[in-house]
């Protein structure tokens, strides 16, 4: 009897130590295990997205970001929750777009902008990316732009066809003028007068971004 | 009823029970024709008869426990490795492929996007952003003469968010376009890469 008892009290000992050994070596290729326990709750909202039809990789990357940034594991997940919501909106504005469009949508609304603004950017056009666009107004509203200036701007920009280069010249000049010390609004409204909307194009060939497309 | 009664019909039942029974050999006969008109069992092919056939075998505690947890074991990094929270497989790949949608792969699209950081007094620079998976430590900048530290990867097309972490604490590159603070405390850079250019 006693025999027994001992047997079974090693081979209990055994089976835990693989088991803790096991469950060590699936954490160690999970990075997000550093979440503990509030990795159900980020779970959720991994689910939540899947259902919508929001891409998971942005909301994957800001809790892999909040790790590193080495943030209490709550407050990633609260971070992750409120970019969930952005990406909704976004994808609500803007209608079926790619991860990367839908991403830079998110951060914009996060850095002011209104889900109505972003309507203007729904119709799809051939060759033409919004990415530019709003990676240069996030921008310009991380730069203390107030919002209804730098909407205005960009929309006038793309309704006249601006392409990739017009926007980047412009975030290139603004950037300058605020760093020589102008006010932000008004360096922005001293460049947009004078940056042409329409790109140049080249000789007999029409210019790009100007046929519709009904989807992405 | 007394003993004396019963002694004549117990007489009678051994006297019975004594006479050799007379079986109509006809009888036996019919028996065992219908015996032998029975279809014989059809015998299990060797290999499949062995494998289906049920058996004993002993096992001690150890061993039983061993195989247990063995089980559990190849269960749970099975469940973990096979496959993501996309519910895509990652047979194959390995065990850190927990992000598989965030851009990592080298391929021959990629454009070689050149980082620059200025911090003459720094000890060390690290590049860090979705591309490499938020990993403080996987992209390190190297010196170069005039203060300024550098670092050249290959980078796939689209939206990039990222960082430097110079001796420890985080920095946007001052030279690219910025994304707002979203909670962390640290506000990040943004790359748009497209082929052959980048902003």
Redesign the interface.
């Known amino acids: 009897m006693t025999l ?1 008892i001992r ?2 009290f ?3 000992v ?3 130590s ?2 803790f ?3 060590l ?2 954490q ?5 295990a550093k979440l503990e326990n509030n990795r159900y709750a980020f ?1 959720l909202i ?1 689910d939540s997205a ?1 259902a919508a039809g929001i ?3 942005p909301l ?3 809790a ?6 080495k ?1 209490d594991s709550r ?1 990633i997940v ?2 992750v929750r ?2 969930f919501g952005e990406l909704r909106i976004a994808h609500a504005a803007l209608g079926g777009v790619g ?2 469009e839908l ?2 949508a998110a ?1 914009l609304l ?3 902008a209104k889900p109505s603004q972003l309507e203007l950017f729904r119709p799809r056009q051939k060759g033409r990316s919004d ?2 666009a709003f ?2 107004w ?2 310009f ?3 203390s732009i107030p919002n209804e200036e730098a909407s205005s701007a960009i929309a006038k920009l793309w309704r006249d066809g601006a392409d ?1 280069e017009i926007f ?1 010249s412009l ?1 290139t000049n603004v950037k300058g003028d605020i760093s020589q010390g102008l006010n932000p609004g008004t360096a922005l409204q001293n460049r947009i007068r004078e940056t042409p909307g329409r790109a140049s194009p080249a000789p007999g060939k029409p210019p790009e971004g100007q046929e519709n497309q009904s989807s992405r | 009823m007394t003993d004396s009664d019963l002694h004549p019909y117990v007489e009678w039942i051994a006297r019975e029970a004594r006479r050799p029974v007379v079986v109509d050999p006809a009888a036996r006969e019919r028996v065992m024709a219908a015996v032998r008109a029975e279809p014989l069992p059809r015998p299990q092919s060797t290999v499949w008869g062995r494998l289906l056939r049920p058996r004993a075998f002993t096992l001690s505690p150890v061993g039983g426990a061993l195989l247990a947890a063995g089980l559990v074991g190849i269960g749970v990094l099975g469940g973990t490795l096979a496959i993501n929270r996309d519910g895509q497989s990652t047979v194959g790949q390995p065990p850190v492929a927990v992000a598989p949608r965030l851009p990592v792969s080298h391929s021959t699209t990629d454009t070689v996007v050149r980082f620059v950081y200025l911090a003459p007094q720094a000890d060390k620079v690290y590049l860090v952003g979705d591309f490499n998976g938020w990993d403080t430590t996987k992209t390190p900048l190297s010196r170069a003469g005039d203060g300024s530290w550098t670092v050249t990867i290959p980078l796939s097309a689209g939206r990039h968010v990222y960082g430097f972490v110079v001796d420890g604490s985080w920095a946007a590159d001052p030279h690219a376009p910025r994304a707002p603070d979203d909670g962390f405390g640290h506000a990040n850079s943004v790359k748009l890469v497209r082929r052959g250019s980048s902003l």
């Open positions: 027994s047997r079974g090693r081979a209990s055994v089976a835990a693989l088991l050994a096991s469950t070596s699936a160690d290729g999970d990075p997000l779970d991994l899947m891409p998971t990789g994957l990357s800001k892999r970001e909040g790790i590193a940034k943030i407050k609260e971070v409120k970019l991860e990367q991403s830079a951060t996060e850095a002011g990415l530019t990676i240069v996030t921008d509203l991380s730069r990739d980047q975030w």
